[in-house]
C-alpha cells in the first residue's frame, strides 16, 4: 500500500486502487475537493517526491502547473509513495456521506431560469452537513448532478435548492419540464471541503456569481444563528450577475449586519450600483486582506481570476475557498 506523506508532516496509508484524495479521506483526513473529476482544480497539489497516473483527464491544470509538477488528486493513482505538497484542512471533520432517498417538498420558479426546490429527506434521517457542501441528485436513473444546499441546517430537515436552466442539460430538463412535487430522487452527500471555517480574521468577503449564492446563503444563515463574538466583525457579499432581475434573492432577509454590493456586467446606465465584475468590486472595497477570509462560488472564471487577485495581493491561499459550479463529466 502506497504512503502519501502531506505537506504538514502527516502520513496515510492508501490502498493502491483509491484515487488520492480518495485513500486519503478514507482515513479521516480532509484535502481540498469539490467535484471529483478532474474539472473544478480544487484538489491541486505539487507532487514534490513519488510517481503517480492519471485515470483521467485533468481539465482543472493550465498548462503551467502541469509543467511544474502539479496534479489533481481526484484523478490520480499512487505508483510509488508520494510527498505532496498540500496540508490537510484541520478543524472539524464534515459528517459522513451518506445516500438517502428523498421526495420534492415544493418547486417554485423565482425566474425564468431559476427554480427553488425544497427537499424533504426519511423522517429520522437525520441528514448533517456543514453549510456550503454540495449534494449529488439523481432522479429515476438519471445522471446524478451536484447542487449546493442553500440552507443552513432547518429544524424540519429540510433542504433548499437554487437551480439554474442549462441550455440542453439533461437535469435541466427534468427541473424545468417534469419535476412535480413528491417525486422521488436519490441524493449523495454531504460532499465537498467548501464550508465555513472558523477564523480570527476581522473580514469576510463572500463572493458568487449565479446560484453561487445558494452556498453562500447557507453560510450566512448559520453565521447568523451564531453568538457576534464569534462571527467575523465585517462581512462583505459580492454578488455578480448581468443585469438587476439575476439578483433574485435578497440578503436582507437574513438578520446579520451585511455590506451588500450586487455588481453588474451589463447594467442600464439608470444603474448606480457597483458594475463590472465581483472581483473587480472586492479590490475597489479597500479591505484589509491581511485580515480578511474569502469564500468564492460559481463560474470558474470568476474563481479562478479571484484567486490570481487575491495571490498577488499576498493573501495565504489558506484564506481563500472555492468551489467552482463546473459541468458534470456524463
Ligand atoms: C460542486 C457543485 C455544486 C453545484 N451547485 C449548483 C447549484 O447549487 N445550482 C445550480 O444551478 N448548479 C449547480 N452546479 C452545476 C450543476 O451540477 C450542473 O452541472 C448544471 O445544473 C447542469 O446540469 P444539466 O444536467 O442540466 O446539464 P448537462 O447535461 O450536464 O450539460 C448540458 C450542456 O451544458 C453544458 N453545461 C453544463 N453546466 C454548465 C454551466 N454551469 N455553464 C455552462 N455550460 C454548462 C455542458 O457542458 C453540456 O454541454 C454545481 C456544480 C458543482 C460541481
Ligand atoms: S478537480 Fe479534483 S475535486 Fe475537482
Known amino acids: 500500500m502506497p504512503t502519501v506523506t502531506l505537506g504538514n508532516g502527516k502520513i496515510f496509508e492508501i490502498e493502491a486502487d483509491d484515487t488520492v484524495l480518495e485513500g486519503v479521506l478514507r482515513q479521516g483526513a480532509v484535502l481540498e475537493h469539490s467535484c471529483k473529476t478532474g474539472r473544478c482544480g480544487a484538489c491541486k497539489s505539487a507532487v514534490v517526491e513519488g510517481t503517480s497516473v492519471a485515470i483521467g483527464a485533468e481539465i482543472g491544470l493550465d498548462e503551467a502547473e502541469r509543467q511544474n509538477g502539479v496534479v489533481l488528486l481526484c484523478v490520480r493513482k499512487a505508483t510509488s509513495d508520494l ?4 496540508c490537510d484542512l484541520g478543524g472539524a471533520l464534515p459528517p459522513p456521506k451518506r445516500i438517502l432517498p428523498c421526495r420534492i417538498q415544493s418547486l417554485e420558479r423565482v425566474r425564468h431560469d431559476i427554480v427553488h426546490v425544497a427537499l424533504r429527506l426519511p423522517p429520522n434521517s437525520s441528514f448533517a452537513y456543514f453549510p456550503g457542501q454540495h449534494i449529488n441528485l439523481s432522479s429515476r436513473g438519471g445522471p446524478a448532478r451536484s447542487y449546493s444546499i442553500a440552507n443552513a441546517p432547518r429544524p424540519d430537515g429540510m433542504l433548499e435548492l437554487y437551480i439554474r436552466y442549462v441550455a440542453d442539460g439533461a437535469m435541466s430538463r427534468y427541473w424545468f419540464t417534469d ?8 441524493l449523495v452527500g454531504p460532499l465537498g471541503s467548501f464550508y465555513y471555517r472558523e477564523s480570527s480574521a476581522t473580514n469576510l468577503a463572500l463572493l458568487a456569481t449565479g446560484t453561487g449564492i445558494a452556498p453562500i446563503r447557507a453560510m450566512l444563515q448559520n ?13 462583505l457579499l459580492f454578488w455578480g450577475a448581468r443585469t438587476p432581475d439575476e439578483i433574485f434573492w435578497d440578503p436582507s432577509e437574513i438578520s446579520l449586519e451585511i455590506e451588500f454590493v450586487p455588481t453588474l456586467s451589463r447594467a442600464a446606465e439608470t444603474w448606480n450600483g457597483a458594475r463590472g465584475y465581483v472581483q473587480t468590486a472586492m479590490m475597489s472595497s479597500k479591505i484589509e486582506f491581511d485580515d480578511t477570509v474569502v469564500y468564492a462560488c460559481g463560474s470558474t472564471a470568476m474563481i479562478s481570476s479571484v484567486r490570481e487577485i487575491l495571490m498577488d495581493t499576498g493573501l495565504s491561499h489558506r484564506y481563500f475557498y472555492a468551489d467552482a459550479f463546473v459541468a458534470s463529466s456524463d
Open 223 to 235: 453565521l447568523a444563528e451564531r453568538p457576534a463574538a464569534s462571527r467575523p466583525r465585517r462581512i
Open 179 to 186: 419535476a412535480k412535487a413528491n417525486d422521488l430522487l436519490q
Open 83 to 86: 510527498l505532496l505538497d498540500v
